[in-house]
């Protein structure tokens, strides 16, 4: 990568760090790592093992809900994958707009706004975010510049590794200090008896594993010669 490229995406990663936890617009994109955290964490995930979605809502504080029905095994993997499905999402979100696929990209996304709009969303706050997504990214493409389209999926794919990074982390440290009221790992250690804080180490360093991957990926590092640096150190 060229030192003006890597100025470029230094600033554009900083930039959109200091944009997510600004009030107003900040709520608003942090709210994609929420979207993916729901429906494909847990939504398509229980759709994938056999269970039945039965709604998703998205709050106005960045919070979530993902409500299914499902039997023992299949409700544990269901929670269990939220964290690590939208960690993982973040990393393949940013190595696909390395390679310049903005384009799809956009249309990943577009697809699964319109089919969790369908068939899974059902409340207010949560129609409104994702009709606003879905005719902001339309807007985009269809009349502004390629550049400005470009920067606008690179700060959402940003906000997701952010994000991923950030909730995994949160929900640590709430499974320490509260782990009756911590999300994920309650339910997690509600139903194997594991305790929650364990569950929150785990999402934890996934959290933290995905990011810095996702971070060298941003910043043109091929991972097979920095993963053969650190053998051979």
């Known amino acids: 990568m060229l030192e003006q490229e890597w100025v470029y995406y230094a600033l554009l990663f900083i930039a959109v760090l200091v944009m997510t936890y600004l009030p107003g617009v900040g709520v608003y994109f942090r709210l994609f790592n929420t979207f993916i955290h729901e429906s494909v964490g847990h ?5 994938m093992t056999g269970g039945r979605v039965v709604s ?4 106005q504080n960045t919070g979530g809900l993902a409500v299914f029905q499902h039997h023992w095994f299949g409700k544990v993997i269901t929670i269990f994958s939220g964290y690590p499905v939208s960690s993982l999402m973040s990393v393949v979100v940013v190595y ?3 390679q310049g696929l903005y384009e799809y990209v956009a249309v990943g996304l577009f697809s ?3 089919y969790g709009l369908v068939f899974w969303v059902r ?11 879905i005719g902001g990214i ?3 493409y269809m009349y ?7 920067i606008l999926i690179s700060t959402i794919g940003l906000t997701l590794l952010i994000q991923a990074f950030s909730s995994s982390w949160g929900i640590f440290i709430l499974s320490v200090i509260s782990s009756k009221r ?5 339910l997690l250690a509600e139903a194997t008896k594991i305790p929650a804080v364990v569950w929150g180490i785990i999402f934890m360093i996934q959290g933290t594993v995905f990011f810095l991957t996702g971070v060298l990926i941003w910043f043109g590092y091929d991972l097979l010669t920095v993963m053969n640096e650190l053998i051979v150190e």
């Open 112 to 114: 699964l706004l319109v």
């Open 123 to 133: 409340n207010v706050a949560g129609w409104f975010w994702v009709l606003s997504v």
């Open 43 to 47: 939504a398509l995930v229980a759709r």
């Open 182 to 186: 911590a999300g994920d790992t309650t």
């Open 144 to 150: 502004l510049d390629s550049l400005y389209f470009e």
């Open 96 to 98: 696909a707009i390395m």
């Open 138 to 140: 339309s807007i985009a």
């Open 56 to 59: 998703i809502s998205l709050f």
